[in-house]
């Protein structure tokens, strides 16, 4: 098994390094991360939460957000109505109220509890707008991403037995058919 988690946190690193490289964020935006440690190992989503594997995912995709400069979000399951956590002062700096929860493997998620035990200064929010985000094993991460997200395609599909889905965020396009808009942005 010690193999099969080396390769599940280099695909965890691979695919964050890849959206990260197509999404081409500024310093200090924020990554979203919705994980299902069960789907990752094989069984259907919330029927096997997987600790250890939830390490070895996070670290990756961790890895790959520090080299970046961006913040890393994690997103709990639906026991914590998808709550996110995040390190403190990204929350400050996005003006995110703090709300008081400690997730668990079987509350939360196994990935939302690695992320709260490894970050220097974790903090629970309800709610944020993300502005790229990576879903693992099909964990519904679309409410946490600005308005407009655009799918982003990898070489990277599965990590371990999950499903990958990426996506970036754009500003909206506003003005009509007259209007001229910034190509750096779309």
Excluded: W
């Amino acid at each position: 098994m010690t193999e099969d988690m080396t390769i599940i946190g280099e695909e965890a690193y691979r695919a964050a390094k890849e959206l990260l490289d197509a999404a081409r964020p500024k310093k200090d935006q924020i990554l979203l991360v919705g994980c299902s440690t069960s789907e990752v190992g094989g069984a259907a989503i919330g029927t096997f939460s997987r600790p250890e594997l939830a390490e070895v995912v996070f670290g990756g995709i961790y890895q790959a957000t520090q080299e970046a400069g961006v913040y890393m979000a994690a997103q709990c399951c639906e026991h914590l109505n998808r709550a996110v956590i995040l390190e403190r002062e990204a929350a400050e700096r996005y003006g995110y109220e703090e709300v008081n929860v400690v997730p668990q493997p079987k509350a939360g998620g196994s990935f939302a509890t690695a992320a709260y035990k490894a970050l220097e200064q974790p903090v629970a929010v309800e709610h944020v707008r993300a502005h790229m985000g990576l879903d693992i094993g099909d964990t519904l991460i679309g409410m946490h991403l600005k308005d407009v997200a655009v799918p982003v395609r990898i070489r990277t599909k599965q990590i371990g037995d999950a499903h990958v889905v990426c996506a970036r965020t754009r500003p909206k396009f506003i003005g009509g058919e007259r209007a001229v808009y910034d190509s750096g942005q779309m």
